[in-house]
């Protein structure tokens, strides 16, 4: 019962996350949907690590290389998610109210994924594989 308290308190924060995103875009004052490419970074960002926890064994060993590997490319498309609508707003694309709505969001969600590989990616009898 827990993991489904779990789940439902993510699919909440998630929605709390993209909501900050949507109005970064779509209020009145700000109407451009350029940073809904973020939702790009969204997706890529887990990437990185599903292919170095598929190709590395399960040891008792503290690092590996493809996992530290995946760790940067994940910190790199992290911060990238994070730079892009500072960017936008600093060349006037966006405005700087709307940059700060879809900070916001980048940062709820990417906890948000934080928090699914917490709670879904430990080794017992509940987890994400279930789903």
């Known amino acids: 019962m ?8 993510l699919s909440f924060s998630g929605a709390i996350g993209l909501t900050f995103l949507m109005l970064g875009c779509a209020l009145e ?3 451009v949907y350029w940073p809904l490419f973020v939702l ?4 890529i960002s887990p990437i990185p690590y599903f292919i170095a926890r598929r190709v590395t064994y399960d040891s008792d060993a503290t690092s590996s290389a493809c996992r530290e590997l995946a760790y940067f490319f994940t ?3 992290v911060v990238s998610a994070f730079g892009f609508p500072v960017i936008l707003a ?3 694309v966006i405005k700087w109210g ?5 900070l916001a969001g980048n940062a709820v ?8 590989f917490l709670v879904f990616g430990r080794g017992d009898d509940f987890s994400w594989e279930q789903w």
Do not use: P
């Not at 709307?98 to 879809?102: E, R, S």
């Open 90 to 92: 600093r060349v006037a």
């Open 2 to 9: 827990a993991g489904v308290k779990a789940l439902v308190a």
């Open 109 to 116: 969600i990417f906890l948000t994924i934080q928090g699914f």
């Open 29 to 31: 004052d700000y109407g």
């Open 98 to 102: 709307a940059c700060g709505l879809v």
């Open 40 to 43: 790009i970074f969204y997706v």
């Open 75 to 77: 910190t790199g498309i």
